[in-house]
C-alpha cells in the first residue's frame, strides 16, 4: 500500500487535531512520513531529533536540515544530542541498544515537555523484515517473530507514549517513489552505504538478494507475512498470561516461585520475559530468559542471582524473584 492511503487509514483513526510528536531523522522515510501527515492535515505535530554523536560533521548537519525543515513547514522542533558511544560503554550495551534507548529517554522527555503523549514513528515494511529476522537470529519466540505493530505502547521510566508506526505496510521502494514524486529533499545516512555499520544493512545488500536470485521471489513478503500472523497469535497467548502474571507477582516487583514453578516451560518463560521488561531490561533474548530459569530449581535451594543486560541482578531469595541494580 502507497504512503497516502497509509496515511489516510490513519487519519480516519487518530484525529489529525490531536497534538503529536514525530521523530525525524532527516533521512528519507521519515520526511516523507513527515510530508504525508502535513499533508494529510496534522498540524500539532512536534519534531522531534535527536543527534547521536556517531557521524561527526555529519550529525551536526543532519540536526541543521531538520531545524530548517521544520521552520519550513511550519511545525515546532526539538533538537537534543547524547554521546551513544559513551552511553554504550558505561551501560555495557550494543551500539544499536544504546542509541535506542537514548532515543526513547529523549522522546519521553519531550513527551512531558509538550505533554503529549503519541509519537509517529516513520518504520516501513523493509524495517520489519529486518527486524523479524533480527530477533529470529538472537533466539527471540513468538513475540519476537512479531516485530513492529502499527500500533502500540512505550514504557519509559514513569512515562508511556503511544507508538504510532502508519508506514509499516509501506516497502521502501514506495517511500522512494513518494519522495521522488513529491521532490523532497533529505539527509542521506552515510552509514547506510557502509556494509560494516549493521548487521541490518549487510542483510539488506548481500543477505536477500542473494535468497531471491536463490528462490526467484522476493522473501520479504513471507517474513512480513510471518509478522502479522505472529502477532495475531501472540496477542491470544498474552490474554491468557496476564491471568497467571496476577496470581504469580506480588505487587509487580518479586514474582512467587512456587507457582511459577508449576507452569509449562513456555508460560515461564514468558511470565520472566514480561516480569524484566517492566524492570527495564534490555536485549532480552533466549539465552537471558534460560539463565534466569536457571535459577528456579525446587524449593529449599540457597540464594542465586543471574547477571542481566545493562548491570542488573535477578536474585532468588525465600521463595520469591527479585530485581536489583
Excluded at 515494511?125 to 513492529?148: C, I, K, Y
Excluded at 536463490?214 to 513478503?221: E, F
Amino acid at each position: 500500500m502507497n504512503a497516502e492511503a497509509l496515511i489516510a487509514t490513519f487519519a480516519r483513526d487518530f484525529s489529525p487535531r490531536k497534538k503529536a510528536l514525530i521523530g525525524v531523522s532527516g533521512g528519507r522515510d521519515s520526511v516523507a512520513l513527515l510530508h504525508a501527515l502535513k499533508s494529510a492535515g496534522f498540524r500539532k505535530l512536534v519534531v522531534c531529533h535527536l543527534d547521536h554523536g556517531l557521524r561527526g560533521r555529519a550529525s551536526t548537519e543532519d540536526a541543521k536540515f531538520v531545524r530548517r525543515l521544520a521552520a519550513r513547514w511550519d511545525f515546532p522542533v526539538e533538537v537534543g544530542k547524547v554521546d551513544v558511544d559513551k552511553l554504550a560503554e558505561t551501560q555495557k550495551l550494543s551500539l544499536e541498544t544504546a542509541a535506542r534507548e537514548a532515543r526513547h529517554a529523549f522522546f519521553a522527555q519531550q513527551a512531558k515537555a509538550h505533554r503529549c503523549q503519541r509519537i509517529f514513528l516513520a518504520h516501513h515494511a523493509d524495517d520489519q523484515v529486518e527486524t523479524v529476522l533480527h530477533q529470529l537470529f538472537r533466539g527471540s519466540g513468538l513475540a519476537g517473530l512479531g516485530g513492529m505493530a502499527p500500533v502500540s505502547e512505550l514504557k519509559v521510566g514513569r512515562t508511556t507514549l503511544e507508538v504510532l508506526r502508519p508506514l509499516l505496510g509501506c516497502w521502501r521502494e514506495e517511500i522512494e517513489a513518494y519522495v521522488e514524486a513529491n521532490r523532497l529533499s533529505f539527509r542521506e545516512d552515510e552509514t547506510n552505504a557502509s556494509l560494516d555499520f549493521a548487521t541490518r544493512n549487510r542483510w539488506r545488500h548481500e543477505l536477500f538478494p542473494a535468497i531471491q536470485k536463490s528462490l526467484g521471489r522476493d522473501p520479504r513478503t513471507a517474513v512480513w507475512r510471518l509478522a502479522e500472523i505472529a502477532r495475531d497469535e501472540e496477542a491470544a497467548i498474552d490474554a491468557e498470561i496476564d491471568s497467571r502474571f496476577e496470581e504469580i507477582a506480588e505487587g509487580g516487583d518479586q514474582l512467587r516461585l512456587t507457582p511459577l514453578r508449576k507452569l509449562p516451560v513456555a508460560w515461564q518463560r514468558r511470565v520472566l520475559k514480561r516480569w524484566l521488561q517492566a524492570r527495564g531490561v534490555s536485549d532480552i533474548g533466549f539465552e537471558v530468559i534460560e539463565r534466569v530459569r536457571a535459577i528456579l530449581p525446587a524449593k529449599g535451594a540457597p540464594a542465586a542471582k543471574v547477571n542481566l543486560p545493562g548491570g542488573g541482578f535477578a536474585r532468588r531469595r525465600a521463595g520469591v524473584l527479585f530485581f536489583e541494580r
